[in-house]
């Protein structure tokens, strides 16, 4: 009887241990509490969030849409893009168009002119000089990289053969357009999205740097043979000779568009 009585005590425990027991529960309960109301504050922060996301999601769509225009030819160096003509294209608000203006200023592919608008940016020799700073250090080291093959180079063929056939069509445009795709091709090799993402400013803005080419056929056919040349090297699995034809065609690209600036500047 005494053990059973013991086993009892010991199960529902004493005056002190009843006491931490209600302390430790109520403890509990305050702290659920201050977790649930917490909660409830950020959730209400969020969806007070909301309608600004999805104004900044559309504003990104926007500036995705205008940088491949760039990046495309479709808005030269020094155009004017109209709130009202682009907006109204778009069938987006003036503050989404604005914020999209906004993002690709940062991203040095718009300028901004007081009381006069928004225009694609006119690059300097300097601003050329850092694209293709920005260009070896990326694409070089995306074929440096790549490790054993084989190497996933269909979209860089893919990129070739659209090049080759803009220069069949004699579409001048198109195979400015295909040359850029190359590049961005090249850079995915890498795998990274972050180097994509980047990679898709500076090309963007590099297109901008064509335009002082007078003729773009002379200057983009020569590199559409060096194009099939560097896949065909990446398709034969030698990574190291890939790198080297890049690195030296980045430096005869460059040379040649600093020299087109350079007669520009001298005309002036």
């Known amino acids: 009887m005494a053990i059973g009585a013991k086993g009892a005590k010991s199960r529902s425990g004493g005056p002190s241990e009843r006491a931490e027991g209600a302390e430790r529960a109520g403890g509990a309960e305050v702290t ?9 504050g950020l959730a209400a922060g969020l969806e007070a969030d909301r309608a600004l996301l999805g ?25 004017r893009l109209s709130e009202d003509s682009v907006g109204g294209a778009l069938g987006v608000s003036r503050n989404t168009l604005r914020e999209a203006f906004r993002l690709l200023t940062h991203e040095r592919l718009l300028v ?15 601003d050329l000089n850092d694209i293709y700073r920005v260009r070896r250090l990326v694409e070089c080291a995306a074929v440096r990289g790549l ?32 040359n850029i795709r190359f590049h961005q091709a090249i850079v995915s090799l890498a795998g990274s999205p972050r180097a994509d993402e ?39 699995g ?10 030296s065609y980045l430096d005869d690209s460059q ?6 600036y350079g007669r520009k500047m001298s005309r002036r």
Request: proline share 4%.
């Open 32 to 40: 659920d509490a201050a977790e649930h109301s917490r909660g409830s």
């Open 255 to 260: 040379g040649q568009l600093a020299d087109a």
């Open 55 to 79: 104004r900044t999601s559309t504003a990104e769509r926007v500036a995705d849409i205008l940088r491949d225009r760039i990046a495309e030819g479709f808005f030269p160096p020094g155009t």
């Open 198 to 236: 980047l990679m898709r400013g500076v090309l963007a803005e590099l297109r901008l740097v064509f335009h002082i080419m007078a003729d773009p056929r002379r200057f983009h056919a020569p590199y559409l043979v060096r194009n099939r040349q560097i896949l065909e090297v990446l398709q034969g």
């Open 147 to 178: 490790g054993e093959p084989p190497y996933a180079v269909e979209a860089v063929e893919a990129a070739v053969l659209a090049g080759e056939r803009a220069a069949q069509d004699r579409a001048w445009q198109d195979l400015s357009t295909a």
């Open 238 to 247: 030698d990574a190291v000779e890939a790198e080297r034809l890049l690195a």
């Open 112 to 126: 901004h002119e007081l009381n006069r608008g928004v225009f694609v940016r006119v690059l300097t020799v300097d």
